[in-house]
C-alpha cells in the first residue's frame, strides 16, 4: 500500500499584502479562460504567492466565497504543479459557481501547464 500524497495550501504561498497585491496587477500579465483570469508576474522570492479573489459582480458574499473555495481547493490540488518564482492572482468567474469542479481542474491544469512554458 503506497502513501497517501500529502495535499497542503500554506500560508507562506499565500498572497496576502495590498502592497504585493498591487504590485502583481500594476506589473503582471492576464490572461483569460472560461472560468477565471489570472495576473502573472515574476516573484521576489524563492516561491511564488497565490491569491484567489471574487469580484462583487458574482453577487452575494456567500457566492463569492464559494467561488472562491472552489477555485483553492483546484489550486491545492495542483500546487506541485504551479510555476515556480511566478506570483498569481486568480480572478474568479460567475460560471465557477455552477461548473463541474472536474473542470474547474483541469482548467487550472492548462493554466499551470502554459505558464510553465
Same mark, same amino acid.
Given at each position: ?32 479562460? +472560461? ?10 522570492? =524563492? @516561491?511564488?504567492? *497565490?491569491?484567489? &479573489? ?20 483546484a ?12 506570483? +498569481? ?7 465557477v459557481?455552477?461548473? =463541474? @469542479?472536474?473542470? *474547474?481542474?483541469? &482548467? ?10
Amino acid at each position: 500500500m503506497q502513501p497517501s500524497q500529502h495535499y497542503e495550501f500554506p500560508v507562506e504561498r499565500r498572497l496576502r499584502d495590498k502592497s504585493h497585491f498591487q504590485a502583481v496587477f500594476k506589473s503582471g500579465r492576464w490572461n483569460h479562460t +472560461l472560468y477565471y483570469q489570472v495576473i502573472s508576474s515574476p516573484a521576489k522570492t =524563492e @516561491f511564488g504567492k *497565490i491569491a484567489v &479573489a471574487s469580484p462583487k459582480k458574482i453577487g452575494k458574499a456567500h457566492d463569492r466565497n464559494r467561488c472562491k473555495r472552489r477555485v483553492k481547493e483546484a489550486i491545492r490540488l495542483l500546487l506541485a504543479d504551479a510555476p515556480p518564482q511566478t506570483d +498569481l492572482i486568480f480572478l474568479t468567474k460567475p460560471i465557477v459557481l455552477t461548473a =463541474e @469542479f472536474s473542470h *474547474i481542474v483541469d &482548467a487550472v491544469k492548462a493554466t499551470f501547464s502554459k505558464l510553465n512554458k
